[in-house]
């Protein structure tokens, strides 16, 4: 095809598709409108690499901005997109201009979940979703610096390690009973909460913010629903994120937090498809007809998926979802979803920070494997886990069986 394409949204998504659509070979224009004002950029690096001063802004660029010039693809950056008319095939700008599609691939990311409470707005009270709010959040850490950390899910504790790492007394406030509650085992969550203990990390679980005090307009604390307070000099929220779909509702797409698309990206309009953190789409390995993966790989399969499908290529099929946390020397990998599971195995030992733990189905087929500094189990649990294999839990939990002479045996039909 020799169309062109517009794609809505800057970050690694949309600049994985313009790459994997030049592969694929399409040689039409291709033009990026991205509201930041970096070419698409990595992540995962803002709240580690990046916060302890470990990553230059060359560093967290998925490709030098010029390989764009060399694949002829467009950058509009610093660029905000006010609408899509999907019947004329448009998308306005919101300095006025239009872009005329005859494909539109919508890569808009995520939004953050906002806490409402009062003071939030309060100058320290700070989020981290873009590199300019890393910017920020890694301006205020220093030695002895206050900070407390509202949400304890990945992006909350990864934050926590890097600020413990460079001097900072932090706070976790958590309103579940535990850490990681709506992502990981329960082992899981008494690792890390075990492991920031030890780091100097406070914990507050169970607990609610009411609101942050202010003076002059400046954070000087949190409060907590039972009544408790908490000076800091700078907070960071993350209490999760939803999917980025309000351009899409608007242009009459079908949404359910996240744009819903089918095994190829498509949307419910033909001439549009949607990747990455803002979509809502099919895990057939789980028999999920939708859900929303926020994750590096989810962007890179989709990327490819929608690129193939707009090039008339086979179609690429879809992975087992994978995911990965750093957090001080702990390397977290996560293969596989935690669907179905009638048992749970801890293999090694979570004490010296090396252990994996295995969801199994009553059939004993492999759902999901969470393996901390447990390379090879991740690895062995991808073929596993795609493959739906069949795993005898006691022979699991015996660690003196290597990783690869666990036996494993095909489902039966």
Same mark, same amino acid.
């Given at each position: 095809m020799n169309d062109a394409v517009v794609i809505v949204g800057g970050g690694h998504a949309a600049g994985a598709f313009a790459a994997a659509l030049r592969q694929a070979g399409h040689t039409g224009p291709? *033009? ?54 999907? *019947? ?91 850490l990681l509650a709506r992502v990981a085992s329960e082992p899981l969550s008494a690792f890390f909460e075990r492991r920031h203990r030890e780091q100097g990390v406070q914990l507050m679980l169970g607990a *609610? ?7 002059? +307009?400046?954070?000087? +604390? ?64 789980? +028999? ?51 669907? &179905? ?7 090694? &030992? ?19 494997v969470e393996a901390v500094n447990a390379p090879a189990e991740f690895v062995a649990a991808r073929q596993w886990a795609g493959a739906s294999m069949v795993l005898d839990a006691a022979r699991i939990a ?16």
């Amino acid at each position: 095809m020799n169309d062109a394409v517009v794609i809505v949204g800057g970050g690694h998504a949309a600049g994985a598709f313009a790459a994997a659509l030049r592969q694929a070979g399409h040689t039409g224009p291709v *033009t990026i409108v991205g509201a930041e004002p970096l070419a698409p950029y990595q992540r995962p690096p803002l709240s580690k690499a990046w916060l302890k001063g470990e990553a230059s802004s060359d560093d967290l660029l998925l490709r030098p901005e010029s390989f764009y010039a060399e694949k002829s693809v467009t950058l509009r950056l610093s660029t905000r997109v006010s609408g899509i008319d999907a *019947t004329a095939r448009i998308v306005t700008l919101e300095n006025g201009e239009s872009l005329a599609y005859e494909q539109l691939v919508i890569a808009t990311g995520s939004r953050l979940r906002q806490l409402d409470v009062p003071g939030v707005r309060s100058q320290g009270v700070l989020e981290l979703r873009t590199a300019a709010d890393a910017e920020a959040i890694k301006a205020r850490i220093s030695q002895g610096v206050r900070m407390a950390i509202v949400g304890g899910g990945y992006v909350g504790l990864e934050v926590a390690a890097s600020a413990r790492s460079l001097g900072a007394e932090v706070t976790v406030i958590e309103r579940e009973p535990r850490l990681l509650a709506r992502v990981a085992s329960e082992p899981l969550s008494a690792f890390f909460e075990r492991r920031h203990r030890e780091q100097g990390v406070q914990l507050m679980l169970g607990a *609610t913010v009411s609101a942050f005090d202010a003076q002059d +307009g400046r954070l000087t +604390g949190v409060r907590l629903a039972n009544g408790r307070s908490l000076a800091c000099d700078v907070a960071v929220v993350g209490i999760g994120a939803l999917g980025e779909d309000t351009l899409a509702k608007a242009a009459g797409l079908t949404c359910s937090d996240g744009i819903v698309v089918d095994e190829q990206c498509r949307t419910s309009d033909p001439h549009i498809h949607a990747i990455g953190d803002c979509t809502r789409r099919p895990v057939p390995r789980y +028999g999920l007809q939708q859900m929303r993966l926020e994750s590096v790989p989810n962007a890179l399969e989709q990327a490819r998926q929608a690129a193939a499908d707009l090039c008339g290529k086979p179609a690429v099929k879809s992975e087992v979802p994978w995911f990965w946390s750093d957090q001080y020397d702990v390397r977290l990998q996560i293969v596989g979803l935690p669907v &179905d599971v009638a048992q749970r195995v801890v293999r090694g &030992d979570a004490a010296a920070g090396k252990f994996a733990v295995y969801h199994l189905d009553a059939q004993g087929r492999l759902q999901c494997v969470e393996a901390v500094n447990a390379p090879a189990e991740f690895v062995a649990a991808r073929q596993w886990a795609g493959a739906s294999m069949v795993l005898d839990a006691a022979r699991i939990a015996d660690a003196s069986i290597a990783v690869k002479d666990i036996p494993v045996k095909a489902p039966v039909a």
